[in-house]
């Protein structure tokens, strides 16, 4: 069927899913759902997320600082800029649910920055992917590396989770990752 659709890679996995084998989500299965006890409101939700967003912020701003050249500083600059972008979006749904409008700045006194997107460290990330980000498609691997990272974790969070309302915030933001995610590959793209 996907043969007939056009696509060139497909591969057929005997025993199903629980067979394969090749590249997987980084670390155990309950790696960063510690930052979650799986009872969390909407609300606790979305300041959890915008702590996630926050910690990668200031990782690719304190990477932008140890760039060694100009295009790369830019790019670490570019996508402190993106996660910007995404928490002024996880911000205005913590308003929208929220019984009564909280400005910014009383919202970020009660935001927590425990970890980045992906539920790793700074220094985990960087002993991943190694500190030699020196050329564009790098530091892009390793954005990319990150929201899929991300991703993985709110779609395992979403099994989790008992509350619909956050189910369904968890679902939403993941598929801002996603968005994200493939913007990332466009960008990859053009390089």
Do not use: C
Not at 74 to 91: G, M, N, P, R, T
Not at 130 to 158: H, K
């Amino acid at each position: 069927m996907l043969s007939g659709k056009g696509f060139k890679k497909i591969f057929n996995v005997s025993g199903g899913i629980k067979a394969w084998e090749a590249q997987t989500a980084i670390g155990p299965q309950d790696l960063g759902l510690d930052l979650f006890t799986g009872n969390e409101e909407p609300l606790e939700v979305l300041k959890i997320a915008y702590s996630l967003e926050q910690g990668l912020r200031e990782f690719y701003l304190e990477m932008e600082k140890q760039a060694e050249t100009q295009k790369v500083k830019e790019l670490f600059a570019k996508l402190s800029e993106i996660e910007v972008k995404h928490q002024e979006s996880i911000y205005i749904a913590y308003n929208d649910v929220s019984p009564e409008d909280i400005n910014k700045d009383e919202f970020e006194k009660m935001v927590e920055v425990k970890a980045l997107e992906g539920g790793l460290s700074t220094m985990e990330y960087l002993e991943l992917f190694g500190s030699d980000l020196t050329a564009e498609i790098q530091v892009i691997s390793l954005a990319m590396s990150i929201e899929a990272q991300a991703l993985d974790l709110y779609q395992r969070l979403s099994s989790k989770v008992t509350n619909l309302k956050s189910r369904n915030i968890i679902n939403k933001i993941a598929s801002e990752e996603k968005a994200h995610l493939a913007s990332l590959g466009k960008l990859m793209d053009s390089l």
